[in-house]
């Protein structure tokens, strides 16, 4: 299992240390818009094809999916290191978003293939752990990296991380072969998607990836404004991620218990991921780390319970879909939150970009979850 937590690591650092970085940009600072569409091509390219990859998944075998996209995230970052042209940054970013798009369903499979349904909460909740431990060092040492030698630098480490986490993996994960399928249909498709056993952990995985996304880049914009350099910003911005690496094992391990049900988890989530966004209108550094600790902990509650809840309603020989399908929605939030919050902070204010998200997450996620999801996903 330690590959795939090395790989769910490899793409959150590898997303929020260039994420948390450009808020602080001298280039970007004066244009909120411009910060959004950048935090938002990764995820758009995650949007577009990681369904695909999860059906690849799916039909070859998770494995080979999982290492040619550490492969393909390697040679993305490499890309601008060698180019040396902030231009590269836009086509940099968008290879990291599309090879992750092929290595995060497929290692989600592979943690749901690899464990037994009574272990799976704990699985998803260590695997999820791991990757806020990137959350966490992603801006803080993103921004020592910035100041040491400039993003070239940055991505020279991601690029070294993703080579060395692909050998590992070829090393030590065991070969999964697909299982026998039913033919799909267009109609059974639709069917997966208008289920409520997957609208609704898929519903809230979308909201907590984007109050997740709007903390990393836009928490550092609101330290900025209150006089905070990037590396301070950067490290009470980490406190998000840290939190959410604590909570998240936990959730894991109470709803493998019987002591917390998906449904009541994902709800309380939701609730305190937007109470952390309206904490960001605090002013100062107490506002960044409220929000901060707000987010984490509602991010924590809905991963691994959100993630469990698709496994379990999922037949094994479509987790690859499934979990790609419902990443598809989480990206969404992931790129929607912050094109959100930036396009309502160029209109208006950062704070009622801010609070509009806040609604997005108490009002519509949860109309949706107040009736019981049931059934199966085929």
């Known amino acids: 299992m330690w590959p795939l937590y090395a790989a769910g690591f490899t793409t959150a650092f590898g997303a929020h240390a260039v994420a948390a970085s450009l808020g602080t940009s001298d280039d970007l600072a004066g244009s909120l818009l411009t910060l959004g569409l950048l935090l938002a ?34 040679l993305a970052s490499a890309a601008f290191v060698v180019a040396d042209d902030p231009a590269w940054l836009w086509v940099a970013r968008l290879g990291q978003g599309a090879a992750a798009s092929a290595f995060s369903p497929a290692a989600s499979s592979l943690v749901a293939r690899l464990n037994p349904a009574a272990r799976r909460g704990s699985a998803f909740g260590s695997y999820g ?23 070239r630098l940055l991505f020279g480490v991601t690029a070294v991380l993703g080579l060395v986490v692909a050998a590992w993996a070829w090393r030590v994960v065991p070969p999964v072969p697909p299982l026998p399928r039913r033919r799909q249909t267009v109609l059974d498709l639709a069917r997966r998607l208008t289920d409520r056993a997957f609208l609704a952990p898929t519903s809230a995985l979308a909201g907590a990836t984007a109050a997740l996304s709007v903390g990393v880049g836009f928490l550092p914009v609101t330290g900025a404004a209150a006089g905070l350099g990037p590396v301070v910003t950067g490290a009470a911005v ?6 959410a690496a604590v909570v998240q094992p936990r959730a894991g391990r109470a709803l493998d218990a019987g002591s917390l ?32 600790v707000l987010i984490g902990t509602g991010t924590g509650l809905i991963t691994p319970l959100g993630f469990a809840a698709l496994a379990a309603s999922t037949p094994e020989s479509r987790l690859g879909q499934t979990m790609g399908t419902a990443e598809l929605g989480r990206e969404l939030g992931d790129a929607g939150g912050p ?15 801010y609070a509009a998200l806040a609604v997005v997450l108490a009002v519509g996620p949860l109309v949706l979850l107040g009736r019981r999801a049931t059934g199966r996903v085929g």
Request: avoid cysteine; aromatic fraction near 4%; glycine fraction near 18%.
């Open 41 to 74: 091509l990764y995820d758009g390219a995650e949007v577009l094809l990681k369904p695909l990859f999860g059906t690849l998944a799916d039909r070859v075998g998770a494995r080979p999916v999982l290492l040619a996209g550490l492969v393909g995230f390697a």
């Open 129 to 151: 752990s791991w990757k806020s431990v990137g959350y966490t060092l992603g801006p803080l040492l993103g921004g020592v990296l910035i100041l040491g030698g400039g993003l």
């Open 238 to 243: 980490s406190v998000l991620a840290a939190t």
């Open 261 to 292: 049900t998906s449904r009541t988890g994902l709800v309380v989530g939701l609730l305190v991921t937007a109470a952390g966004l309206l904490a960001a209108l605090l002013p100062g550094l107490l506002g960044v780390l409220l929000a901060a």
């Open 339 to 353: 094109l959100l919050v930036g396009g309502v902070a160029t209109l208006a204010s950062l704070d009622l970009g």
